[in-house]
């Protein structure tokens, strides 16, 4: 029996796993989601002594039914090697009070090479599995991070254009620097001159444009997505929360079956919602904790239920949570209301026509699981000085966004269970941020403060960083938002 995962927005729309991967976004603008959830043993006292592969296995091979064993071990192979700086791939570490699960290993140094270092295996396999020729064409909104992390999946790999958009003032000069020096003949970049909602919209209409996809298959290309409205995405994204429990407990630091809290630094919802979806098979979670930045529109959501994103756009120091359509709710809602699709398109509805929408009858049971907070900008530097100072140990200003959250929800609840701080970029990709926090120093380049930080952390420079300031910049367009088509049928020759 293979698992049925359904457009959030027609229940008539379902699709096998890897097809769901190949597709990106349905058709009618929802989000491919899982209705059940497959039994997975989660026996700790052999989890803890597995490797973060061996956990991947495990959990892929439940999520992603259509897959053969052999086609799973050949992506994980591909996607969970040296290309990682830790062979843990995620270690847990233990600060003052807390667990930070460092999820900034891979190439790009941020949390998203955890699950696009594994897709391009996967939609690769998925097209030679259904027999698919056409080029496979990946449209990428990125409000930072997304997008550097899957050009790095998919530079050259056969078969594949990527094209990514991002936010021209909306990025640190560190993440602007790694997706313009790109190599890659397949890989393009656009900055444009909006904010991350205007990328994402803009990219969905680009999915849900049946002309445009009609042109696409005569050219004999299809889209997919590198976003978290993939599921391929949040389905290795589920493997570390497992994984970081298995380390709890080999460690002793909790027996088996104990509560463990996580407190996930949020944007799009798709790291927290791969959270939810670990509990779902089992793994005991206490609270999901939400945290936002100054754009604090999903703490609002979870306490007063309305969705609204009628408010101004924060450009803060958590670039990467700088949104305000958050596409993953879109999930928890379509669970909140029993996996209801008609319910839940019109919610969607009222949200683009209206700016808006209030959940009224849903699952409280699934809603108490969540906790949300938000930290302003002055919150998130006195954190990374807090934490520096109790444990010497620098956070990069989104980690830090959760780590003042889990502060603020511990002075409001004293929860006293263990709780593990989604940790999802390295310092050295905010330097400036990070230095000035712990030191005051205001004038530093992003360079300088590099040298800096490495003389505070006692961390040596990550080869993501290591020579960027000297690399050749090799894209340098511009486009307007209203522009992004116009640059995707140039690239592509329509
Ligand atoms: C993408 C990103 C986030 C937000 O994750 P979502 O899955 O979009 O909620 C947080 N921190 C960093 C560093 C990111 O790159």
């Keep these: 029996m293979t698992l049925v995962y359904q457009s959030t927005r027609d229940a008539k729309n379902t699709v096998s796993a890897s097809q769901a991967i190949l597709q990106g976004l349905a058709t009618d603008g929802g989000l491919f989601t899982p209705l059940t959830y497959p039994k997975v043993d989660l026996d700790f006292e052999t989890l803890k002594n597995a490797s973060y592969q061996e956990v991947a296995k495990l959990i892929l091979s439940a999520f992603l039914d259509d897959f053969t064993e052999e086609e799973l071990d050949y992506c994980i192979e591909q996607a969970y090697d040296s290309k990682f700086d830790d062979e ?12 930070n699960l460092e999820l900034f290993h891979g190439s790009t140094i941020a949390f998203k090479d955890m699950a696009l270092s594994i897709l391009p295996h996967f939609i690769t396999t998925a097209a030679k599995k259904h027999g ?28 594949t254009e990527i094209i990514v958009f991002y936010p021209k003032d909306g990025v640190s000069k560190v993440q602007e620097l790694q997706m313009t ?10 900055a444009i001159d909006g904010n991350f909602d205007d990328a994402q919209t803009n990219v969905k209409h680009m999915f849900n444009d049946p002309a445009l996809r009609q042109r696409l298959a005569e050219h004999k290309m299809q889209f997919s997505s590198a976003n978290s409205m993939n599921i391929g995405r949040l389905v290795p994204q589920i493997v570390y929360y497992i994984y970081a429990y298995a380390q709890l407990v080999k460690t002793g630091q909790i027996a088996a079956g104990d509560e463990v809290n996580f ?78 699709a008609e319910k839940t398109a019109d ?8 700016g808006q929408y209030e959940l009224t009858d849903f699952d409280q049971e699934i809603l108490e699981l969540f906790a949300a907070e938000y930290a302003t900008e002055a919150e998130t530097s006195a954190e990374i000085k807090r934490v520096y100072d109790a444990s010497h140990y620098i956070e990069d200003p989104h980690t830090a966004v959760a780590s003042a959250v889990y502060q603020k929800y511990l002075r409001e609840t004293g929860d006293q269970r263990p709780t593990v701080i989604a940790s999802t ?10 230095v000035q926090a712990v030191t005051g120093a205001s004038d530093l380049t992003d360079f300088e403060a590099l040298v800096k930080l490495q003389e505070l952390s006692g961390v040596s420079l990550p080869t993501a960083v290591d020579g960027l300031e000297t690399a050749p910049v090799l894209h340098k367009t511009q486009a307007k938002a209203d522009q992004m088509q116009a640059a995707v049928e140039n690239y592509l020759g329509l």
């Design 347 to 354: 919610l969607m509805q009222a949200l683009n026509q209206l």
């Design 132 to 159: 698919l020729e056409n080029k496979i064409v990946i449209l990428t909104a990125t409000s930072g991070d997304t997008g550097k992390a899957a050009m790095a999946g998919f530079a050259d790999v056969v078969g």
């Design 181 to 190: 020096t790109q190599t890659g003949a397949n890989t393009h970049v656009v």
């Design 88 to 99: 843990r791939i995620a270690p847990l570490v233990k600060l003052d009070g807390q667990y």
């Design 263 to 340: 407190t996930v630094p949020t944007g799009n919802f798709g790291n927290i919602l791969a959270a939810y979806y670990a509990k779902q098979i089992g793994l005991p979670v206490g609270k999901l904790i939400c945290a936002s930045n100054e754009n604090n529109v999903l703490t609002d959501f979870f306490r007063t239920q309305v969705y609204d994103k009628k408010r101004s756009f924060k450009v803060t120091s958590s670039p990467s949570m700088d949104i305000l359509v958050s596409s993953n709710l879109e999930r928890l809602i379509f669970h909140l209301l029993g996996n209801d």
């Design 425 to 434: 970029a390295s310092p050295y990709k905010f330097p400036r941020v990070a």
